[in-house]
């Protein structure tokens, strides 16, 4: 995975480089005026008419190395413009020429199975998609489009499913660190999701670490999920114009799939705080007054434009998990409130749960949805889940007393709590379907009925007699019984 700068230098002109900004679709239309001053990132234009607009893209011609700007301020006669890329060699008094459509992505058939910049360029060695494109700040739903109540999107996947339901249209939050397989459960959810829905997934990679956008890559190929997906990386390396518009352009991508393919669409944004971060380091270099701790003056204003745009219609939906990095663990950070304001859940991997062996490594005390709710799930799940956490709570407090004093010394009441306890946590282990080449376990789609039928069981007892280690690794239990012993019942009258 090269980066930017590598690979707009490819090729011997301009208009051998691949890519929506390159190509003829963003030819020079006419000169706007001339550069005052430069900087890394930014460069103040002196128009000579009045043609520029906020968000527009200006550019150096090719003799000047075809340096790409989008119009960030206008003030009289003067424009403050972000750079795409970088801005050496560029120096006063260059020309500036307005560039015909603006920054625009592929929005035809072309776009799964290829890895993107921001700015429409290909970043995988593939020539770029032809056919349709559209500007990466055009679409917006207008009230009435927007369907609030979407139908139920089960992933297969049993502690998601019950513990944090989702909607189509949904916005949840992803959190954990690094090892704790965060990974392998978005491959995972891509895979259900098409598997289920016979739809595509759109990673938008944000502020992405150069080898983790690689791995991913390579991890996507392995796994044969390449084709069901498109792939957007602002990466860490490439400047904050970059990392700040990727978000836009994976949904413009999600837009094509929703709007135009007719499909429930899974966005994956990895790490939306870091959209934040690069939008505080433009508005720096426009000189804009900074709020608490930093951040942009339009924080607020920036995270609405995407979160937004992430909705359902009636035909179709866009699905997104969003990590979120929390900056010293400060769950009151301005910036991760703002974000959270328009989550419909979370869902918290735990390095603690992966040390166990656990996966996938879920907390599930943090781990929720606002769906949850007797109304909407059912008072049956929503009972069950009151039920598990409840025995959960109790079983992190029973710990701590046979850690020191011995399971001898609990009631009968809590010594049934306790092994209930361990059941259902090996319950909520799930063999995963990308993981069969590195498990040699097949994975497993679990309706959330069976789900249901299966929790309830253990939390009435019905299955204390049953060893804990039968519960590891496993799909449904009660429904699989049931399944082998008709299967017996067929071989023995066969």
Known sequence: METLEETLREGESAAERVGVLLSEENRAEGRVGKILSVSSLK????????????????????????????VAEVNGSVASAVCLGMTNGLKRGTDVYLSARGLRMPYNDGILGHVFSPYGLTMDGTPAPLGATRNIYERSLAMDEIVIDGDMLRTGIKVLDFFAPMRKGFKMGLLGGAGVGKTVLIKELIHNVYRGLRSNS?????????????DLYDEMQEAGLFDKIAMVFGQMGDNAMSRSRAGYAGLTLAEYLRDEKKQDVLLFIDNVYRMVQANAEIAAELARMPVESGYSPSLLTEISEVEERINSTEDGSITSFQAIFIPADDLNDGAVHAISGHLDGQVVLDRGVAEKGIY????????????????????????????????????????????????????????????????LRNYFSQPMFVAEQYTGIPGVFVRIEDVLDDVAAIVSGELDGTDEQEFMYIGAYLAEGRNAEGRNAEAENG
């Open 202 to 214: 759109v990673f938008a990679g944000v502020g992405e670490r150069s080898r983790e956008g690689r």
């Open 43 to 70: 460069a103040e234009i002196f128009l000579e008419n009045t043609k520029v607009g906020l968000r527009d893209l200006v550019r150096t011609s090719d003799a000047d190395g075809g340096v790409f700007f989008e």
């Open 360 to 423: 996938p490594a879920i907390n599930v005390f943090a781990t929720n949805s606002r769906i949850i709710d007797p109304e909407i799930v059912g008072r049956r799940h929503f009972d069950l889940v009151e039920s598990a956490l409840a025995c959960f709570s109790r079983y992190a407090d029973l710990e701590q007393i046979v850690a020191v004093l011995g399971i001898d010394e609990l009631t009968a009441e809590d010594y049934n709590t306790f092994f209930r306890a361990r059941k």
